[in-house]
């Protein structure tokens, strides 16, 4: 088990020493840097509450072994935003009801972050595609979407 | 962040945002799976493989020779009472002689790393003898018991009326319910701290007392040696009623004297809760030619799986419901929940009446179809109303606007053709529907759905309210699941206190029960106890104010942020009015009592209800069996919107779950076996599944209910279900009498 890797997490780089080399990037982030923004809930790849960038690629921590990821940017939900000063996706989550057991949130405001970088004014049909690898079991994704929209409008204001 | 900004206050009937938002967005709030302490060990579980077999022995030394485990547990170890459960205490908390479904705990191991529980686990060695496993809920009941108390876990007839009673018109049908999972994201987690003897468990559960009463119990324990604090929950829909990992966690700590923290991966989880019972029905009405319900007939097998969890409480929901929000003067209705092999069954969102009303509303379209009367004017025709008298033989003394709610719902707007965008279509990114082959479809369902707990039981709450220089502060042991209970709780305390800087204390069993977050029960009893604290606080500020200006503090209200002199002058903010010494009360809710049923199943046994219609449009291609659910038109029964954003969460939220039930959820289970326990084969809506909901608020304040509203949570997803399946019955022809609704039951 004695083994040593460093991962640049959010612009900071961290000695990962003593690690299984079986240990998904998840569980480092979470276990050994104390970061658990980033959740958890299926260790498949399907539910996405494990979304970070990995060189600014949105990916499912969960399938990424922590090894692996040396030498990229690693950036999690951290780097987004803070209870003081979200983002302006996680604000619009807040205020269009887009949360509420919160545990997908995370990932979610990742996707969406990952989109409108990339797509700043997206169709509907688009956005739902977008964020589809994100489960959400509590809000039947209707508030969501207008926190997507809302998003988009501020973007565009 | 506050959420009160500028002149607009976060008083009852506005959309206030959640106190909890902010970190669940940043990702800083702690969820139950979030909490570690230092020295920490984890802890993990070892499951039976077989639905059903002898244990001959448990070898568990070489697990304890794995380096960097520290303890290794089995039933011997376990120091007071070895079951546990929420009605019957039938479930081990660790199988002994025998194992009696797939996934039940036989072991546990507390270790230094996830990786080394799991290389721990995978040496222990149990012999099993496997045996028959008893798999079919019917058979069940009459077979060789495979617990010693017995395969029947409640048996229930209800007689009411005139059983011999006919109609002219007579159809009858069986339909089935599929096992559906409630895929809360936030997977079990706890951490047990242990402490000379004593234990402090952090734990996302729904009913933090009566997790304690089970945990005490099983730890040999008083109850004042166990503190439950709730963790981070990260959704529960009934799966977080019953124990899990609960007492294992706390006995790993015990036993170690170190923090220990346990966490189930999917797979786990899967057999980690109970789930929704599957369910077979057979229903026959009675009606007249123009429509009117003469009688309804009924029988339904529940399957609860291999311990009784709620299952008792399940089958009293399903015949209670069986009438649907109907009139019916007669009824023989008859309904057992069986012990089986398969997984144990309990709580689901709808507790029973989800599958009371598939069949219900399936025979209601059936009628219809034979009386030639269109489905919306046969639901009218027999819609029930306040005063009319149940099955049960309770009157229906809520407000019933079954009527308005069928009405408001039909007045909703159609959504437009099928658009272009091949995502839109049934099957979405797999683009395998062509256009010119999908057929539209129109359904409907409309639903009952008993609020609070049944049969006698007191589930009261309790909460305490502290004011002190503006500031107040509220304690309960409410557990906040996402429904948003912690933003409603603010809200009483803004409207009813005038104070805008409303902190809430961490909820834990330091106060009383609140009783659980089921049953769409905390507004009404959380919410009854926290606006009763707040009431008897205003009292006394009002009181005091009073007193230092010589009026009558009947004189007295509250106006804004201020104390007012309703037939004066006086003006004083709460904040000043509060100075001095802290006013604190605590206020325990309860609702009115209700009764156990008699033998033919008379009894005030429910405390209130509410209603709710849905149409559903669906797209579906009939050659390859695959749905897109178009829209859902609700309108609801809530009594007062005391949060619409919250309110129109939770529709949502709620409706999603249904559909998940109506065309893709199922655990399937062959021979006692779970063949489908991880998110790549169990199949949950996604964003590309969620179809557009429109909704009505139907207000009409309950009387009942203290605050005027009622519970939410539930009714969305009771009739959506249904009214999903009628439309695809519309749009293939097809009878579709079970649920899930597969491809091959449209295709083949």
């Known amino acids: ?157 | 962040m506050s959420t009160a900004t500028g002149t607009r206050r976060d008083v009852l009937g506005t959309s206030a945002l959640r106190p909890d938002g902010w970190q669940k967005v940043a990702g800083s709030f702690d969820f139950s799976s979030d909490l570690f302490a230092d020295g920490m060990l984890w802890g993990a579980t070892l499951r039976s493989p077989h639905p059903y077999a002898r244990i001959r022995s448990i070898d568990t030394s070489a697990a304890l020779a794995v380096p960097g485990v520290a303890a290794v547990v089995t039933a011997d170890d376990v120091p007071g009472k070895p079951t546990y459960g929420l009605i019957h205490q039938d479930q081990p908390v660790f199988a002994r002689d025998v194992v009696r479904y797939m996934g039940e705990p036989v072991a546990a191991v507390a270790a230094d790393h996830p990786e080394t529980c799991r290389r721990a686990l995978a040496a222990i060695t149990v012999e099993y003898e496997v045996l028959q496993p008893v798999v079919d809920a019917a058979t069940a009941l009459d077979a060789p018991a495979i617990h010693p108390d017995g395969n029947v876990l409640r048996h229930q007839r209800i007689v009411h009326g005139d059983p011999d009673a006919t109609g002219d018109v007579v159809v009858e049908g069986d339909y089935e319910i599929g096992m559906q999972d409630q895929a809360f994201l936030g997977l079990e987690a706890a951490l047990a701290l242990p402490d000379a003897g004593s234990v402090t468990l952090h734990i996302a559960t729904q009913w933090l007392h009566e997790d304690r009463t089970q945990i005490a119990a099983c730890l040999g324990l008083p109850e004042d040696r166990v503190r439950l604090v709730l963790g981070g929950v990260g959704g529960a829909f009934g799966a977080r009623e019953d124990i899990s990992l609960q007492v294992h966690t706390c006995l790993l700590a015990l036993v170690t004297g170190r923090p220990v923290k346990m966490q189930y991966g999917r797979e786990e989880s899967f057999f980690g809760h109970v789930h929704r019972h599957p369910a077979r029905i057979w229903m026959r009405h009675h009606a007249t030619r123009d429509g009117r319900i003469v009688k309804v007939e009924a029988r339904f097998v529940m399957d609860g799986g291999a311990y009784a969890s709620t299952s008792p409480a399940v089958l009293i929901n399903a015949v209670t419901h069986a009438q649907g929000p109907y009139r019916c003067d007669n009824a023989v209705v008859e309904g057992w929940a069986a012990r089986t092999n398969n997984p144990p069954c309990g709580a689901m969102r709808g507790f029973g009446v989800v599958q009371a009303c598939f069949a219900h509303e399936s025979q209601i379209d059936r009628l219809a179809a034979a009386c030639g009367i269109d489905p919306v004017e046969i639901r009218l025709r027999n819609a029930m109303r306040t005063g009319d008298l149940m099955i049960t033989g309770q009157v229906m003394d809520s407000v019933a606007p079954v009527e308005r709610c069928i009405r408001e719902t039909a007045a909703l707007p159609m959504p437009q053709d099928a658009d272009d965008d091949p995502l839109s279509r049934p099957g979405g990114s797999g683009l395998t529907a062509d256009r010119r082959h999908v057929v539209r479809g129109v359904g409907w369902g409309v639903s009952i759905k008993n609020l609070m707990y049944s049969e006698g039981f007191d589930d009261h709450a309790s909460a305490r309210c502290t004011l002190q220089a503006g500031r107040v502060s509220l304690k309960f042991a409410t557990a906040e699941v996402g429904q948003g209970f912690v933003t409603l709780a603010r809200q009483i305390a803004a409207t009813l206190l005038g104070s805008d800087d409303v902190v809430l204390e961490p909820m834990d069993t330091d106060i009383g029960s609140a009783g659980s977050t089921s049953a769409s029960r905390q507004t009404w009893m959380s919410g009854g106890a926290v606006d009763g604290a707040c009431r008897m606080v205003r009292e006394r500020l009002f009181e005091r104010v009073a007193s230092a200006h010589g009026l009558d503090p009947l004189r007295l209200a509250i106006d804004g942020t201020d104390v007012v002199d309703t037939m004066g002058d006086l003006r004083v903010p709460v904040a000043e009015a509060s100075a001095g010494e802290a006013i604190s009360h605590t206020f325990e809710h309860h609702h009115r009592p209700t009764e156990e049923l008699d033998e033919k199943g008379q009894g005030r046994c429910h405390v209130a209800f509410a209603f709710v219609a849905h149409r559903a449009v669906v797209d579906v291609d009939p050659e390859l069996g695959i749905v897109k659910v178009v829209q859902i038109a609700t309108a609801q029964d809530i009594g007062r919107a005391l949060n619409p954003l919250s309110v129109i969460g939770q529709i949502e939220g709620g409706i999603a779950q249904g559909l998940g039930l109506a065309v893709m959820e199922e655990i399937i289970v062959e021979d006692g076996k779970v063949r489908n326990p991880s998110f790549t084969d169990y199949l949950l809506p996604t964003a590309l599944d969620a179809p557009e909901v429109l909704a009505t608020l139907i207000e009409e304040p309950e009387p009942m209910a203290p605050l005027g509203a009622k519970g939410v949570g539930e009714p969305p997803c009771v009739s959506s279900t249904p009214a999903i399946v009628a439309a695809i019955r519309d749009a293939t022809g097809r009878a579709l009498s079970r649920v899930p609704v597969r491809p091959q039951d449209i295709c083949l």
């Open chain 1, 1 to 157: 088990m004695a083994e040593h890797y460093t991962l640049r997490v959010n612009g900071a780089s961290h000695d990962v020493r003593d690690a299984w080399l079986g240990e998904s990037l998840l569980y480092v982030l979470r276990e050994r840097l104390g970061l658990y923004g980033t959740k958890g809930a299926c260790e498949q790849g399907e539910c996405g509450s494990c979304t970070v960038f990995l060189d600014g690629a949105a990916v499912c921590s969960c399938l990424v072994l922590a090894a692996s990821a040396e030498g990229c940017d690693v950036t999690t939900i951290e780097h987004i935003g803070s209870d003081d000063e979200p983002s302006d996706v996680q604000r619009a989550f807040v205020e269009q009801g887009g949360v509420q057991c919160g545990f997908c949130t995370p990932g979610l405001v990742m996707a969406v972050h990952a989109l409108l970088d990339a797509n700043p004014s997206p169709t509907r049909p688009e956005i739902r595609e977008a964020i589809s690898g994100n489960l959400c079991r509590c809000t039947g994704y209707g508030r969501i979407f207008e926190a997507v929209d809302a998003a988009i409008r501020e973007r565009g204001a």
